[in-house]
């Protein structure tokens, strides 16, 4: 092999490695915005809304307001057989659906 077919072989070489660096990196930073964001009743919503369903089927949800995640929670209440969240808890709940949960889903678009 010439000393030039090497070089190019490294380029080659190099380009691949740099182009799967950055494909991994995406995908992380991809999984990463799957995550719910930090705010106040992000451990309730957690604890109370991850037992039947992953956190993508909420993120996809988000952006709805107080009222609207009120009739979600009781729906999921009277028809999927979720445990009763209220009082304290769910005043939490709500508030982070409509407020944290919110304001992701603004900054993605
Ligand atoms: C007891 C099980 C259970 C629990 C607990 C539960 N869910 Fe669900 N949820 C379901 C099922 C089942 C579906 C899917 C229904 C379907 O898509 O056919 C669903 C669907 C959803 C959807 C998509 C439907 C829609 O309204 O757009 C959202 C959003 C959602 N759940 C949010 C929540 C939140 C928020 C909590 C916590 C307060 C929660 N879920 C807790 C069972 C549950």
Same mark, same amino acid.
């Given at each position: 092999?010439?000393n ?5 072989? &490294?380029v080659?070489l190099?380009?691949?490695?740099l182009?799967l660096l950055?494909?991994?990196?995406s ?8 995550l ?6 992000r ?8 037992s ?5 089927r909420?993120?996809? &949800?988000? %952006?709805?307001?107080e009222?609207?995640? %009120?009739?979600t929670?009781?729906?999921?209440q009277k ?13 939490l ?11 992701? &889903? &603004?900054?993605?678009?």
């Amino acid at each position: 092999m010439s000393n030039r077919r090497l070089w190019m072989s &490294a380029v080659t070489l190099s380009l691949g490695t740099l182009a799967l660096l950055l494909w991994m990196f995406s995908w992380t930073a991809r999984e990463a915005g799957k995550l719910l964001p930090a705010g106040e009743g992000r451990d309730e919503v957690i604890a109370a809304c991850t037992s039947c369903h992953g956190v993508d089927r909420i993120l996809r &949800a988000a %952006g709805r307001d107080e009222e609207a995640w %009120g009739k979600t929670l009781d729906w999921m209440q009277k028809m999927q057989g979720m445990r009763p969240v209220l009082g304290e808890e769910r005043r939490l709940i709500i508030g982070y659906l409509a407020t944290s949960l919110h304001e992701t &889903a &603004a900054k993605r678009e």
